[in-house]
């Protein structure tokens, strides 16, 4: 079965450099997992990320429903949430 992990966000610098942060790490930690970006740059304010396992799809982030940004410090928490999906 193939996973990915779907990043959608509005782009621009900030978000940019989430995905980046984000990709980099999922690829250490979780090498199989392909990740993939989907830029919608109408919608602002938006990184949406799910993880997709065949036909099923999960939220596992949504800053549009209050999840807030990534950061560093919150990165290996999200990775953990990834695995446990």
Do not use: W
């Not at 990043?7 to 199989?32: A, L, N, R, W």
């Not at 429903?65 to 410090?73: A, D, K, L």
Request: proline fraction near 2%; charged fraction near 35%.
């Amino acid at each position: 079965m193939v996973y990915k992990l779907h990043i959608k966000h509005s782009g621009g610098c900030f978000y940019s450099k989430m995905f980046e942060m984000i990709e980099q790490e999922v690829k250490k930690t979780i090498p199989d997992l392909d990740v993939e970006e989907d830029l919608v740059p109408c919608i602002s304010g938006c990184f949406e990320v799910q993880l997709i396992k065949g036909d099923k799809k999960k939220l596992i982030h949504s800053k549009l429903n209050g999840n807030g940004s990534i950061t560093r410090e919150k990165l290996d928490k999200f990775v953990e949430k990834i695995k446990a999906a």
